[in-house]
């Protein structure tokens, strides 16, 4: 019997390499997609973790993210929380993030001890990071069945604004209250793109820290998560996509407008990556999200306060093409095209892990 673990905390074991040593590579992206460049929702990143364990300077990739505004990053609460890079086996000092947004990062991974991590030239790194307080690790350790509450959400702050590629934007209360069952969404990872029989069972090689796109639906809603995907012929996250975003299209005064509305968190049950995951609904926690972006701001841990709450829908930050749809991709990215047919972007998984709110100085 399968133990179900937030998405997370499998993917992150190769970071160390003392870890490595234990458990072996296990990071993996999303089941039945395909490899895509950035172009195509381009506010979906990768997550990097890093700190020293055992003396070593240790830097892996980690969960995926989305950037919301130039110098801040939604994920998921456990996707800040050392155990996703220790596993509980290590001690971990200096904790540390960054944000890049690489297609494939597989050359971060199993690299050799006593070598130092490179990390990829366009890494921005952290200034701090707000976990929800709600979220607690614990409580997963009960086992989990279907969507439920956990408040696996969390705010990354960045030393630099990325103002070279457009932001997401999150729904508001009454996009999120538009949502329904069936719905059609995208989803973006890094992580597992075939199902392991655990923890211990790496993933084939090239299936790891890669970008990945494909078209899903939500299957299953509830108040505070959702369920993307459902059976083995469906596209649907993975070990790795924790903290990814879920993208759909609202229907609005502006034409293919699009929306965050999910955060990638854990399994559904036991059957792990055999069915769809769940994500972390984006609109209950509006309030959260935008107090602590201004909060932000005051202590002085954000590098852009020209808006220091939710950016409110329309240009994308950092893009001058006249051709966008204002969904953060121009019109050459076809996953989004023009027809309210064609489901839009949904970021990916992500994990379930983080035990307190957390800022870094």
Known sequence: MRITLPFAVLSMLVA??????????NQQAIINGDEVSTDIFPSAAQLIMGGIIQEQDIKAPSCTATLIAPDVVLTAGHCL?????????????????????????????GQSQGEPTEL?????????WVQHPGFDMDAFGAGVDGPGRFDDIALVFLETPITNRPHAYLPS??????????QAVDIVGYGQQTQTDGPFDPPPDGTVNVRIHAESFINELAEFEMQIGDGPET????????????YTQVETELSNDVRVIGVTSHAYDERDC????????????LEWIDDEMVRACDEGVRSDCDEPGILAPGEPAGDDDDDDDGSGCDSGCSAQGAS????????????????RRRRSS
């Open 120 to 128: 990829p030239d366009d890494a921005v790194e952290a200034s701090g």
């Open 340 to 355: 309210s047919e064609s489901p839009l972007a949904l970021a990916v998984l992500a994990g379930v892990l983080g035990r």
């Open 16 to 25: 160390s390499p003392a870890a490595a040593e234990v458990a072996g590579s």
């Open 235 to 246: 596209s649907r996250k993975c070990h790795g996509d924790s903290g990814g975003p879920t």
């Open 81 to 109: 929380d050392p155990f996703g890079l220790t596993f509980g086996l290590f001690e971990l000092d200096n904790l540390a993030f960054w944000v890049t947004f690489e297609e494939d990062l597989s050359g971060m991974v």
């Open 173 to 182: 209360a009454e996009e999120d209250g538009s949502i329904v069952e069936g």
């Open 274 to 285: 055999d069915v769809g995951g769940v994500d972390t609904r984006v609109g209950p926690y």
